[in-house]
């Protein structure tokens, strides 16, 4: 079944360090978007990219890197500027093309030590 | 900058009752609308979407919605709700120009038997 994967499923991070995040999907999807989901506050956008080698900041890239070497992968890095980082991470993909609804893989949850 | 408005936080209903969850957005332009749900340990799932035509939209598991643009309201309806109803629901606007989505809060919906 096509799909996105996300892992870890849960990830611990002391202060200082960088995380990486990933995502895999298999969709064949041109579009991934990275969102950060905290309580009360639904989902606000990182980081998107619409094609392979390129990406755009979101509403709160601050303090995230990304990388889009590949069409399936989009890999979500939390450094350690970012003050703030325990949240929900939820990766999703379109087709990219017209106004197509995203998929969402199962997400992150990221901790602070 | 677009935003969505999902005003009512926590709802709780008994089963067999009816539902609706408001939903408000503020966007000048050609608006593309959606409700996701994510049930408890599950992904985010699109349950219905608007682009244009029938400003009456059903979705799956008996859900509908109603695009108002008079009202910039996009509220979303079920007759008669089920245990299994029971979830976070997210109102969201798509950005035209970035084909990213803009969600609202949220509303936890919580069914009693």
């Known amino acids: 079944d096509g799909g996105i994967t996300q892992s870890p499923k849960y990830l611990f991070r002391k202060e200082g360090q960088n995380v990486t995040l990933s995502c895999e999907q298999n969709l064949n999807h041109d579009a991934m978007y990275w969102y950060r989901q905290d309580p009360g506050q639904g989902l606000r956008l990182i980081y998107y990219s619409q094609i392979v080698n390129d990406f755009q900041k979101g509403d709160i890239a601050e303090g995230y890197s990304v990388s889009r070497e590949k069409k399936e992968s989009f890999p979500l890095t939390v450094t350690s500027a970012q003050k703030n980082p325990t949240a929900f991470y939820l990766c999703?993909?379109?087709?990219?093309?017209?106004?197509?609804?995203?998929?969402f893989g199962d997400g992150t949850r990221l901790s602070i030590l | 900058a677009q935003s969505v408005s999902q005003h009512n936080h926590h709802v709780i209903l008994s089963e067999a009752a009816s539902l609706e969850l408001g939903c408000n957005y503020s966007y000048g332009g050609t608006v593309n609308l959606f409700w996701y749900v994510q049930y408890p340990g599950q992904h985010l799932q699109l349950l219905l979407k608007y682009f244009s035509g029938d400003p009456l939209v059903k979705g799956i598991k008996g859900f509908e919605a109603e695009f108002i643009k008079s009202k910039f309201s996009f509220n979303l309806r079920k007759p008669s709700v089920q245990w299994s109803d029971t979830a976070e629901y997210f109102c969201a606007v798509m950005d035209t120009g970035r084909r990213a989505l803009t969600f609202g809060s949220g509303t936890r919906l919580q069914v009693q038997p």
């Open positions: 999703a993909s379109s087709t990219g093309t017209g106004m197509q609804p995203q998929h």
